[in-house]
C-alpha cells in the first residue's frame, strides 16, 4: 500500500502520476529546463559560428519563450493546452529549419557530400537541431498528457 | 638530359628512399582529396622532367653536383632539382625583383656556376665536376663563409641566397620530400579539423623521433642580455570592461546583415555551392569605349583600387579600372601549392638598393584583380590614436593630416564587410570584432602558452577570414593556404569582398591592362584620362577624375613616369616628395623547437596577436615599437629559415625533418619613415619599355633598436612556452609610403581626401599614401582611408564639383 501524501511531487505519487499519464506538469517544467538548456548551448555555439546567418538567432530566442510556456504550463492547466503547445510547436519546427539549415551547410562546405566525412566532422552540427525539436515535442506531449493529481 | 621521376615512385617514396621519420606516411595517397587544378601540378612534378633548356653542358656539369651537395641528394630517386631549376629560368618564371650589384637571375646562374668552376680550377686545377666531394663541399662552403664581401664579380651573399633559394623551392616543392618531414600537402576542398599540438589527422603519421636534438648550434643564437620590457599598462578589463566587451560585441552579431549588404553586397554575389566567382558577373559586365569620359578612372585594382571602384559606382558613377594583371578564377587559377603560386606577385623587373635592400616581388607585391590582397596573410589589425601623431608625441616619424577619430566610422564598416574574426581588441581605440575568434591550430596554441607563462597579453585575432556563414561565403576550413590566394573564399581578398558588388553597379574591371601614363590637358592643370597597353598596343581612356592605386612602388614610379612640360620631374613631384618615405616593417621571425608535434601547416598563418608592445615607452631607448603575431611558414618557407642560419646539405635535411616541431612568431615593427628610402627610375627598362623602379633601403639607429627588442621578445615567449631551441631571422614586411599625405604641398603628395595637391581631380588611393606605418599590418587602414575618400569625393560631386568636397584639410 503506497501512503497517500498532498504533495503531487512526492516520489511515490509522483510514479503513480507518471503510470497513469498524469504528468503534465512536471513534464512543462522538464519542457522549460531543456528549453533553457538547448538555447544555451545553442548560444554558445552559434557564437562561435559568428552568427554568421541571423536566423541562428532564433532557437536562442526561443529557448526563453519556450521557458516561460513550461512554467506557466506548470503553473496554470490553460496555459499548459494553449502557450506550450504552441511555443513547443515553435521549437520543434525550428529544429526541423535548423536541420535543413544545417545539412544545406554541409552541403555546400568546400568538397560538399563528395567529402562526406570531414565535412559532417567540421560542418554545423548534423544532429544537433533534432535535439531542439525533441524538446518541442516533450512540450507537445506535455500538453496532451493529464494533469497531475 | 631527362630524368624520370617515375608516376610518383613506390608509396611512400622519400628522396633517396631514405628510412622515414614518419614510417608509411604517403601524402599522395590523399591525392583524392584534393581538387583537380593542384592535383595537376603536383603530379607534373614527379612525371617525366622536360628537357633541359637553360642550362649549357658546362654549366649543368658543375650544377648537377652543386645541388646535390646543397641538398644532400645522393642516392636514387633524386628529386630532379636540375630540371625543376632549369624550366624555371627557360620560363623566366624567377621573382623579377634584382638587388643592385647583381644581375638578373638567369646570368646570376651562369656567372656563379663558372665561378664556382673557375675556383675549382684555380684552387685544385681541376674541373668542379672532377673533385672530391671533400673539396666541392669545401668551395661551396667558401662562397657561403664569404657573406656579404665579393666573388667572382658578385656579391657571395646574394649568390648564397640565389642559390638556396632556387634550389629548396624545388626540393621541398616535390611530394617525396614531402613525406620526409610528414608535411600534410594540399588541403583543398578538404581541409584540417585537428588543430592543436600533438593533434592529427587521422591520416597524419606521428613522428617516431619527437625528441631527435638537431645539431649543435654554431653560436649564432647566442643569448641576449636584453630582458623583457617591463610589462605596460595592461589592456583595461575590471568588470565595467567586461561588460563593455560584452555589450559591443553582442551589438555586432545581432545588427541586421541586410545594412552591410545595403552597402556591399558582394558576399551575396558570389555563387553559392563549389564555384568562387560568378563568371556571369564578368561576362556580363559594363564595358565602356576607350573615348567614353568616364567618370573615374582607378589605376590598380588591389586594396585600395577596387575599395575605390566599388564605393564610387555605388555612387552612381561611371568607372573604370585598368588592372595591370588578369581577372583570376580562384578554381582554376589558384592552387593548393606554396611553388605554383608564382603568378600572384609582381614578377616584373625592379632593382634593390641601398644598405638593407628590401626583397620585393611575393613577400610585400601582388598582380591581378584582387592585388596584394589575393596572397595577404589576413591580418587586418587598426592602427592606434598615437600613430595619427608620432611627430608630436614622440617627436619622430610624421603627423597625419587626420585623427584616429576620422577613421574610426570607415573602419566599422570595412571590418563588417570583410569580415574580421577576432576577440574583443583591448589596445588602440578598444573594439568588438563582427565574427568570433577562431580555434588556433598548434602555433597559436605556443603563443597563447608562451605569452600566459610571462604574463603579457594576446589575442586571437584579428584576421579577415569568415569564422561562419557570411553572405554565400564559407567557413575557413583552415586549410593554411591564405598566402596562396584562398580557394575557400574564406579569407578575404577585393576580389570577392568589393569587386563583385562594383560590377554588379556597372564598373568595369578591365585587366591585362597595364597604365603607362597619366595624361593632364594642355595647361597641365587637370588629368584628362591615362595612357595603358594592352595586347600589345597602347590605348588612352578618357575620364573626368583619375585615381593611382598600384601600391607604394608601382604608384611613385607612374607618377615619375608621367612626365610633362608642368612636371618635367613627374607628375605631382614640384616638391620632390613622389618616391620618398617608402616604409617597410621590420619582420624578424622567431622559431622555437618543441617536443609537441606542432604541425604549424594547419589552421591560417594568421592566429594570434599582441600589441603590447606597440606604442613608446620611457624604459626603452627607442621610439615607438612592435607587435607580434604568429606566422606559419609552409615548408620552403621554412626552408628559407633554416638556410638563412646558414645551414645546407645533411645539415639542412636535419632540420627539414624536424618541421612538424616548429612554431614561429613574427613581429611587425615599426621602422621610421626617412626620405632616402625611396622609389626612383632605374635605367633598365621593362617589356613596355618604361624605367624600372629602383627602390633604395636603409635602416637608421632606432629601427635596428626596435627590431633587436622584437626579437628578444619573441625569444622569450617561446622559451616560456617549452622551446628547447630558438631560430631567428631577419625579414620585412608590407610596404607602404611613397606618396604620403600631409596637410601641405610642402610636405606630403596628397591631402587627407587623398587628393593631389598639385592636380585636383588625380587621386592617389592606395598605400603609398601613408605617413607612417605603425606596428600594424596596413590594409586595413588603406581601405578605410578610401571609403573615407571615396565618402569626401561624392559629396564633393553632389555639390557639382568633381573634387572632393569642402576645405582642404
Ligand atoms: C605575402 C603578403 C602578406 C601580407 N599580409 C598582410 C596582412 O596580413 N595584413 C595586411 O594588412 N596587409 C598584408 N599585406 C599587405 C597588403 O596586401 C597591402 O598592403 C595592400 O594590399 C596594399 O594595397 P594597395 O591598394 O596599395 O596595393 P595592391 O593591393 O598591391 O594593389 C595594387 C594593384 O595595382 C596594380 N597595378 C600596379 N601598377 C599598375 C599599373 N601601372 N597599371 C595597372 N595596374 C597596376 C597591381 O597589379 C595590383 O593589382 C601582405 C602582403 C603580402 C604580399
Ligand atoms: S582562410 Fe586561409 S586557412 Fe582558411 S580556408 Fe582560406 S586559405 Fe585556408
Known amino acids: ?149 | 638530359m631527362a630524368r624520370e621521376g617515375g608516376s610518383g615512385g613506390p608509396p611512400g617514396t622519400t628522396p633517396g628512399r631514405r628510412p622515414s621519420r614518419f614510417p608509411g606516411y604517403d601524402v599522395l595517397a590523399q591525392a583524392g582529396a584534393w581538387d583537380a587544378t593542384t592535383a595537376a601540378v603536383v603530379f607534373a612534378r614527379t612525371a617525366r622532367q622536360p628537357e633541359l633548356r637553360f642550362f649549357t653542358l658546362a654549366e649543368e656539369a658543375v650544377a648537377t653536383l652543386l645541388f646535390d651537395h646543397l641538398l644532400a641528394q645522393w642516392d636514387d630517386p633524386k628529386v630532379p632539382v636540375l630540371e625543376m631549376i632549369d624550366a624555371r629560368l627557360a620560363e623566366r618564371q624567377t621573382d623579377g625583383w634584382r638587388f643592385e650589384d647583381m644581375p638578373e637571375d638567369d646570368t646570376a646562374w651562369r656567372l656563379s656556376l663558372r665561378g664556382l668552376d673557375d675556383d675549382a680550377r684555380e684552387w685544385y686545377d681541376a674541373p668542379f665536376a672532377e673533385l672530391s666531394p671533400e673539396r666541392r663541399a669545401a668551395l661551396i662552403e667558401a662562397v657561403r663563409a664569404r657573406g656579404s664581401d665579393r666573388w667572382r664579380g658578385l656579391t657571395a651573399g646574394h649568390v648564397w641566397g640565389l642559390w638556396t633559394r632556387y634550389t629548396a623551392t624545388a626540393f621541398y616543392s616535390h611530394p617525396w620530400a614531402w613525406n620526409e618531414i610528414g608535411y600534410g600537402g594540399p588541403a583543398y576542398p578538404r581541409g584540417y579539423m585537428r588543430l592543436g599540438l600533438g593533434l592529427r589527422e587521422p591520416w597524419e603519421v606521428p613522428d617516431t623521433e619527437p625528441e631527435e636534438a638537431p645539431p649543435e648550434d654554431d653560436g649564432s643564437d647566442d643569448k641576449r642580455d636584453d630582458d623583457l620590457p617591463a610589462r605596460p599598462g595592461a589592456p583595461r578589463t575590471g568588470l565595467a570592461g567586461l561588460v563593455r566587451s560584452a555589450t559591443d560585441t553582442l551589438r555586432q552579431t545581432t545588427s541586421p546583415l541586410g545594412r552591410v549588404r545595403d552597402r556591399n553586397a558582394s558576399a551575396w554575389l558570389l555563387p553559392r555551392g563549389d564555384a568562387r566567382f560568378d563568371r556571369r558577373l564578368v561576362e556580363g559586365m559594363r564595358r565602356f569605349d576607350d573615348r567614353d569620359e568616364v567618370d573615374l578612372v582607378v589605376v590598380g585594382c588591389g586594396a585600395g583600387g577596387a575599395t575605390l571602384a566599388q564605393r564610387m559606382s555605388r555612387y552612381g558613377w561611371s568607372v573604370v579600372c585598368l588592372e595591370a594583371g588578369p581577372f583570376w578564377d580562384p578554381d582554376s587559377d589558384w592552387v593548393s601549392d606554396e611553388a605554383a603560386s608564382h603568378h600572384l606577385y609582381w614578377n616584373d623587373p625592379r632593382v634593390i638598393a641601398g644598405e638593407d635592400p628590401v626583397p620585393l616581388g611575393a613577400n610585400n607585391s601582388g598582380r591581378g584583380v584582387g592585388g596584394s590582397t589575393v596572397h595577404f596573410a589576413g591580418y587586418v589589425p587598426r592602427f592606434h590614436p598615437s600613430d595619427f601623431r608620432t611627430y608630436t608625441e614622440d617627436g619622430v616619424g610624421a603627423d597625419w593630416p587626420l585623427d584616429y577619430a576620422d577613421l574610426r566610422a570607415s573602419y566599422e564598416r570595412i571590418e563588417q564587410e570583410l569580415p574580421v574574426a577576432g576577440q574583443y581588441w583591448p589596445w588602440g581605440d578598444p573594439h568588438p570584432y563582427p565574427h568570433a575568434p577562431h580555434p588556433v591550430g598548434g602555433n597559436g596554441e605556443v603563443f597563447l602558452r608562451g605569452a600566459a607563462a610571462l604574463g603579457l597579453e594576446a589575442r586571437v585575432g584579428p584576421v579577415a577570414i569568415t569564422n561562419g556563414r557570411f553572405g554565400n561565403r564559407p567557413h575557413c576550413v583552415y586549410r593554411g593556404f591564405c598566402l596562396q590566394g584562398c580557394k575557400v573564399n574564406a579569407k578575404a581578398s577585393t576580389l570577392i569582398t568589393h569587386v563583385p558588388d562594383a560590377l554588379a553597379h556597372g564598373a568595369e574591371i578591365r585587366a591585362q591592362c597595364m597604365v603607362t601614363g597619366v595624361e593632364l590637358d594642355e595647361r597641365g592643370r587637370l588629368a584628362t584620362g591615362v595612357r595603358y597597353v594592352r595586347d600589345g598596343r597602347e590605348r588612352f581612356q578618357r575620364a573626368r577624375t583619375v585615381a593611382v592605386a598600384g601600391y607604394s612602388i608601382e604608384t611613385p614610379r607612374l607618377l615619375l613616369n608621367s612626365t610633362s612640360r608642368r612636371f618635367p620631374d613627374g607628375l605631382c613631384n614640384d616638391h620632390d616628395l613622389v618616391g620618398r618615405y617608402v616604409m617597410v616593417q621590420g619582420a624578424p621571425q622567431t622559431s622555437g623547437r618543441f617536443t609537441q608535434e606542432v604541425r604549424s601547416y594547419k589552421a591560417p598563418p594568421p592566429e594570434v596577436t599582441s600589441e603590447e608592445f606597440y606604442e613608446t615607452r620611457s624604459d626603452r631607448p627607442y621610439r615607438r615599437g612592435f607587435s607580434v603575431q604568429n606566422v606559419s611558414p609552409l615548408p620552403i618557407v621554412w626552408a628559407e629559415h633554416v638556410t638563412a642560419q646558414g645551414h645546407w646539405g645533411e645539415d639542412l635535411r636535419r632540420y627539414m625533418r624536424d618541421y612538424v616541431h616548429w612554431a614561429t612568431l613574427g613581429a611587425l615593427c615599426e621602422l621610421l619613415p626617412q626620405p632616402g628610402n625611396r622609389v626612383t627610375l632605374a635605367e633598365e627598362k621593362d617589356r613596355y619599355g618604361l624605367p624600372v623602379a629602383r627602390f633604395s633601403y636603409s635602416q637608421c639607429e632606432n629601427d635596428r633598436q626596435v627590431i633587436r627588442a622584437a626579437e628578444a621578445v619573441m625569444e622569450d615567449i617561446l622559451r616560456a612556452a617549452g622551446a628547447s631551441e630558438v631560430m631567428t631571422i631577419n625579414r620585412y614586411a608590407h610596404l607602404v609610403g611613397g606618396c604620403r599625405m600631409a596637410r601641405d604641398a610642402a610636405h606630403g603628395v596628397v591631402d587627407a581626401d587623398l587628393r593631389t595637391f598639385a592636380v585636383p581631380n588625380l587621386l592617389l588611393t592606395d598605400g603609398s599614401v601613408l605617413p607612417t606605418q605603425g606596428s600594424a599590418n596596413p590594409a586595413l587602414t588603406i581601405m578605410a582611408l578610401v571609403d573615407r575618400a571615396a565618402g569626401r569625393l561624392a559629396a564633393g560631386a553632389r555639390a557639382g564639383l568633381r573634387t572632393p568636397s569642402g576645405d582642404r584639410r
Open chain 1, 1 to 149: 500500500m503506497i501512503p497517500r501524501s498532498r504533495n503531487p511531487f512526492a516520489p511515490a505519487r509522483l510514479a503513480r502520476n507518471v503510470r497513469h499519464g498524469r504528468f503534465e506538469r512536471s513534464l512543462s517544467l522538464l519542457t522549460a529546463a531543456g528549453s533553457v538548456i538547448t538555447a544555451a548551448e545553442i548560444y554558445l555555439e552559434h557564437d562561435r559560428a559568428s552568427f554568421g546567418n541571423r536566423v541562428m538567432w532564433w532557437p536562442v530566442v526561443l529557448g526563453p519563450v519556450g521557458a516561460a510556456a513550461g512554467v506557466a504550463g506548470f503553473l496554470s492547466e490553460r496555459m499548459a493546452r494553449t502557450a506550450l503547445p504552441i511555443a513547443s510547436a515553435a521549437i520543434a519546427a525550428n529544429g526541423l529549419q535548423g536541420t535543413y539549415l544545417h545539412v544545406r551547410g554541409i552541403a555546400e562546405k568546400p568538397g560538399g557530400w563528395s567529402l562526406a566525412r570531414y565535412n559532417i566532422e567540421t560542418g554545423p552540427p548534423l544532429f544537433a537541431p533534432l535535439l531542439v525539436t525533441m524538446v518541442g515535442g516533450m512540450g507537445l506531449l506535455a500538453a496532451l498528457l493529464r494533469r497531475e493529481r
